[in-house]
């Protein structure tokens, strides 16, 4: 079973930044696809970035540019830089983790077995 803790949430001003981090424990860290989404209140789980086993990112038009999501696979955690940050950027912030799926695509939230708990990023104006 994988477990998945995220950390580096807060409070921050618009135009600032934070860095989130993804902790992933009980498999390999390297066969995994992993990937953020974030959920604000009253709205559906929405993709915000994604890094497959193979190093390769994709983003939500919304961050593209402003957000970077990185990883070694010889290290744990991942990581997702956040600059530029905007008060729509308002969220819990979830880490998931995928072996694979050829039925879902990368950026559905059914792509993906295993969630962490989520943080809190909160960016005022």
């Known amino acids: 079973q994988v477990q998945l803790i995220e950390s580096g949430g807060g409070l921050v001003q618009a135009g600032g930044s934070l860095r989130l981090s993804c902790v992933a424990s009980?498999?390999?860290?390297?066969?995994?696809?992993m990937a953020w989404f974030r959920q604000a209140p009253g709205k559906d789980r929405e993709f915000v970035a994604s890094?497959?086993?193979?190093?390769?990112?994709d983003y939500a038009d919304s961050v593209e540019g402003r957000f970077t999501i990185a990883r070694d696979n010889t290290k744990n955690p991942m990581y997702l830089q956040m600059n530029s940050l905007k008060p729509e950027d308002t969220s819990v912030y979830y880490c998931?983790?995928?072996?694979?799926?050829?039925?879902?695509?990368?950026?559905?939230?059914?792509?993906?077995?295993?969630w962490g708990q989520g943080t809190q990023v909160t960016v005022s104006s």
């Open positions: 998931s983790a995928g072996a694979g799926s050829s039925w879902y695509k990368i950026t559905s939230t059914n792509y993906y077995t295993h």
């Open positions: 890094i497959t086993m193979s190093d390769s990112p």
């Open positions: 009980g498999r390999t860290f390297s066969t995994l696809d």
